[in-house]
């Protein structure tokens, strides 16, 4: 078949550009741009991509008729405005942004301080949890963000399961600079970030409702989280350290047996007790490897998950979804091994 891609000079588009070449289902990968006129080779912008191929002028009418499907892979905002004629038509539609991931609009304005897609629009959008959830039958499929996907990966068996206090989840999350972009700020320059270590948006992070909205879903009584987030100095990886309040009477057995259940079919969540995973295991491929251990003096239950922002956090989960919508193999594109050593 053939796909479009909008915004392949950004982190997440050109990653998943390089998945799209290699999936064997596609047949081609058109390029799209901001440009309503302009056609750029991508040569002249990634040349490291030592690839011949255009950058052809945006235009929705075009897009539909060339492709079976489109991704976006653009800056939080740009999706609220371009998906609109897309979703009218319901041309099928992943989305790697924000922009339509939560459900309420003032939620979304108040955590992404910018207005939300109007509601008739957001009502078509498919939350894409791949690992939990099926994208087949969709038209407008919300990727995951990506530290939203590694807290949300750990918590999943606890809180599926009822076996913790709802109000003492706290998550201490770190990423690599690459989950903030290719644009410059002075967080992630590199005189600041090497060798550092820098909290930011503390308590405001944008994924916190995202996280809570899913949480929800699977416990009601759930009412918020503890998030922080810290720049690392690298550039991929994000590492979720999770600490949550085991109910009194819940045992080692019952944490092993909800995290068995919940992921022992699944083809890129890995849970290990007592194992605990470290980045460079998953960075360059789509798993996410989950370490755990119920400390039996305090009974607080640690969970660390791992993975690569830029594949599990955003293209290869984007594939997943791709693979889910039109009935491809779950795993089709996406054998991946970590960058090595
Ligand atoms: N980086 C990550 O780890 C993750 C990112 N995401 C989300 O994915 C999206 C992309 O992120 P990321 O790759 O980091 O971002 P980048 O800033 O690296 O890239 C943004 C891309 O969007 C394009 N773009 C911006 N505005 C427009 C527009 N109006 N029309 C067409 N194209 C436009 C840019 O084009 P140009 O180069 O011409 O400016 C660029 O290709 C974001 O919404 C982000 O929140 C989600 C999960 C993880
Ligand atoms: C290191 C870094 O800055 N990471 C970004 C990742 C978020 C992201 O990609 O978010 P959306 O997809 O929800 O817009 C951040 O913390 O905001």
Not at 161 to 169: A, G, R
Not at 321 to 334: A, C, I, S, T, V
Request: proline share 5%; net charge negative; glycine share 6%.
């Amino acid at each position: 078949m053939n796909v479009g891609l909008v915004g392949v000079t950004g982190y997440s588009g050109s990653v998943l550009y390089e998945l799209l070449l290699h999936h064997p289902e596609v047949d081609s990968v058109n390029l799209y741009g901001h440009s309503q006129t302009e056609t750029k080779s991508l040569e002249s912008v990634l040349p490291q991509l030592r690839r011949r191929a255009n950058i052809l002028p945006y235009d929705p009418a075009d897009i539909m008729k060339n492709n079976q499907m489109v991704f976006f892979a653009t800056s939080a905002g740009v999706t609220t405005e371009l998906a609109q004629s897309f979703i009218d038509k319901d041309f099928p539609v992943i989305d790697l942004a924000g922009d339509f991931r939560l459900k309420s609009r003032d939620v979304y304005k108040k955590w992404y301080k910018k207005d939300a897609p109007e509601m008739k629009y957001l009502e078509k959008s498919h939350y894409g949890l791949a690992d939990f959830t099926s994208s087949k039958g969709a038209t407008y499929v919300s990727n995951p963000g990506c530290y939203a996907t590694a807290t949300i990966l750990a918590l999943a068996p606890l809180v599926k399961n009822h076996l913790i206090d709802p109000t003492s989840i706290v998550v201490d999350a770190k990423s690599g600079t690459s989950g903030a972009g290719k644009k410059l700020s002075e967080l992630t320059h590199f005189s600041q970030t090497n060798e550092n270590l820098q909290l930011y948006k503390v308590n405001q992070h944008q994924h916190i409702p995202e996280i809570v909205q899913q949480l929800k879903i699977w416990d009601e009584d759930i009412p918020y989280i503890q998030f922080t987030t810290t720049l690392l100095p690298l550039t991929r990886g994000i590492m979720a350290s999770c600490y949550i309040k085991a109910k009194p009477e819940i045992t080692e057995e019952d944490v092993r047996k909800s995290f068995n259940q919940t992921y022992s079919a699944d083809t890129f969540v890995n849970a290990t007790e007592g194992v605990f995973p470290t980045l460079k295991q998953v960075v360059g491929t789509n798993f996410c490897d989950i370490g755990y251990q119920l400390n039996p003096v305090t009974h607080q239950i640690v969970i660390v998950s791992v993975i690569d922002n830029l594949l599990k956090g955003a293209a290869g989960q984007a594939i997943q979804n791709f693979n889910q919508m039109f009935d491809y193999e779950p795993g089709l594109g996406l054998d991946l091994i970590p960058t090595l050593p």
